[in-house]
């Protein structure tokens, strides 16, 4: 699919993996509407990375993905909408549910009906691997029960449910993609591998909340690149599609791995505040991803110690985006 002046639309586009799909299809000479959460700072977020012989094909347009006129203003005119906004914090969906349940489902009811009432080509929606809960199977494909186990996993049912209704009542495009946990340079401190890599770097001990449960690590060039399949191949409308690497690392096997990296001796020590709920943390996480092979011709490419040791690199280099130890929701 030739990606040449074709508009998009990018919701999150000022997050970790938005910025790296703004990045991505402006690259294909997408002309690309990155939608921006309003804030009376002129902040765009992680867009200040993106490489500035892009920019040029991005257009900021500032908004809430709960304001349905906002969102339908945006997408007039465009043909394909990438959509990544969420409040995706776990520990903060315990502490503001109502915020993330309004953020996440009533932000997507509003980007469903600017899909459908703009007569756009191809929505291609952002779903999460924390949907699935623990796993009930060793490989979990896309068969595999919802169990909400968070505000935020049961907000994302919640919107993963409303673009099939959306799909079978309106027959609006949309494929829903499903990573299993992406990393890799500009993410935040709040999730679990950067978390790492800040605490190594600054000291001897990493504070973690429980070691055991496993994550099926996806680095972020490859979380792109199936989202922008999805966008590209009609056979995967109406589906919902799993990107993992169908390789599990526990998050203690992890901490190892990092400190191997950083090049230090680490004392991995459990810190109670880290710890979720028990009938809320998500035990394992081990992707079948066939289906994305199978319908989008996707296969990751980065193997996880190259992908860490990226990251690590970043982190190095933007030690002051981040604060070592603290705790972010």
């Not at 977020?45 to 709960?66: H, M, Q, S, T, Y």
């Not at 315990?94 to 489902?105: A, C, K, L, Q, S």
């Amino acid at each position: 699919m030739n990606w040449l002046d074709r508009s998009v639309l990018v919701t999150g586009a000022g997050g970790f993996i938005g910025s790296h799909l703004v990045e991505a299809l402006a690259g294909l000479g997408a002309r690309v509407r990155a939608f921006l959460r309003y804030t009376s700072r002129p902040d765009n977020g992680l867009l200040r990375f993106v490489d500035p012989a892009r920019l040029g094909n991005v257009e900021i347009v500032r908004g809430d993905l709960r304001d349905g006129d906002a969102i339908r203003l945006a997408s007039t005119g465009v043909d394909t909408i990438f959509h990544l906004g969420a409040l995706i914090g776990i520990p903060y969906s315990y502490v503001h549910p109502r915020e993330v349940v309004d953020t996440n489902v009533l932000g997507t009811f509003n980007v469903l009906e600017a899909a459908r009432l703009c007569s756009v080509r191809r929505l291609v929606h952002t779903s999460t691997s924390e949907v699935y809960g623990t796993a009930l199977a060793e490989r979990i494909d896309e068969g595999h029960r919802l169990q909400g186990q968070s505000p935020y996993s049961a907000s994302k049912i919640g919107a993963d449910k409303l673009v099939e209704s959306y799909a079978r009542s309106f027959g609006v495009s949309a494929v829903t993609i499903r990573p299993f946990n992406t990393y890799g340079p500009r993410q935040s401190a709040r999730a679990i591998v950067p978390t790492i890599i800040t605490q190594a770097l600054a000291g001897r001990e990493v504070r973690l909340g429980s070691l055991t449960p496993t994550r099926d690590l996806t680095f972020v060039r490859d979380t792109v690149a199936g989202f922008i399949l999805g966008a590209e191949q009609d056979a995967a409308v109406g589906l919902e599609i799993n990107l993992g690497t169908d390789r599990e690392v526990s998050i203690g096997d992890l901490a190892r791995q990092i400190a191997r990296l950083v090049g230090s001796d680490i004392n991995v020590v459990q810190d109670a505040a880290r710890i979720r709920p028990e009938r809320s943390e998500v035990m394992r996480l081990h992707a079948d991803a066939s289906l994305a092979h199978r319908v989008l011709g996707w296969h990751p490419a980065v193997q996880l110690e190259a992908g860490l040791a990226e990251t690590v690199e970043w982190v190095r280099q933007h030690a002051d985006m981040y604060r070592a130890g603290t705790y972010e929701m």
